[in-house]
Each structure stands twice: as C-alpha cells, then as structure tokens.
Nanobody
Framework: QVQLVESGGGLVQAGGSLRLSCAAS????????MGWFRQAPGKERVFVAA????????SYADSVKGRFTISRDNVRNTVYLQMNNLNAEDTARYYC?????????????????WGQGTQVTVSS
C-alpha cells in the first residue's frame, strides 16, 4: 500500500522560504512520477510541480515558476519542494502525489496516490 507522508509546513513571513518533504513507502519509489498540489480554503486542489522518475524532467505551475523547486532522492524515497520568496497567495495545504502513468500532468484526477497534506501559511 502506497503511503505518502508530508512534512515541513508551517507559518512563514512573506518573502521567506520553506522546504517541504514527502516520504514515500509501500511501492517502488523510483518508478513513480512525483508531484505537489495545493489547496487553499474554499478552492480546488491545483497543480504546483512534478518531477519524473530520474529527476531530469520537471514541470511547474506558472504561479510558482522561478520561486519553487521540486527535487527527489531515490535512495531516501523522498521528494522535496523548496519554496522561496513566498507570498500570501501561496497559503494553502500542500499535498504530495504519485502516479505510475509516466506523466507530469497537472490534472489532479490522473494522479494515483495522495498524502494527507501539510499546511503552509504565509503572513503578509
């Protein structure tokens, strides 16, 4: 059974940084594309970033390009999201996701497994 456990969320001032981690277990991590989505209160869950098996290909939402960086460690079975220059619009619950479909799609329903999320709050 796939398990994804996020950590690293918290309260940060605008302009600050956070690094989220997602520890995976229960499957062959290196064979899955990994991603991050976020959901603000009253809004739909939306794509943030994704990374392919090897880490050589990434994709980002326009709203985070140049500020966020996704990476993965296939030895530690962990995916990371480095978030810099945070602003109030980044406040949301951040979810780790996995798919074995070899795609970096921003469409939420195409992702197979989800973590419980970690809250990020940016104060302005």
């Amino acid at each position: 059974q796939v398990q994804l456990v996020e950590s690293g969320g918290g309260l940060v001032q605008a302009g600050g940084s956070l690094r989220l981690s997602c520890a995976a277990s229960g499957y062959t991590f290196s064979r899955n594309v990994m991603g991050w989505f976020r959901q603000a209160p009253g809004k739909e869950r939306v794509f943030v970033a994704a990374i392919n098996f090897s880490g050589g290909t990434t994709s980002y939402a326009d709203s985070v390009k140049g500020r966020f960086t996704i990476s993965r460690d296939n030895v530690r079975n962990t995916v990371y999201l480095q978030m810099n220059n945070l602003n109030a619009e980044d406040t949301a619950r951040y979810y780790c996701a996995a798919n074995d479909g070899n795609h970096l799609s921003p469409i939420r329903t195409l992702w197979d497994s989800w973590g419980q999320g970690t809250q990020v709050t940016v104060s302005s």
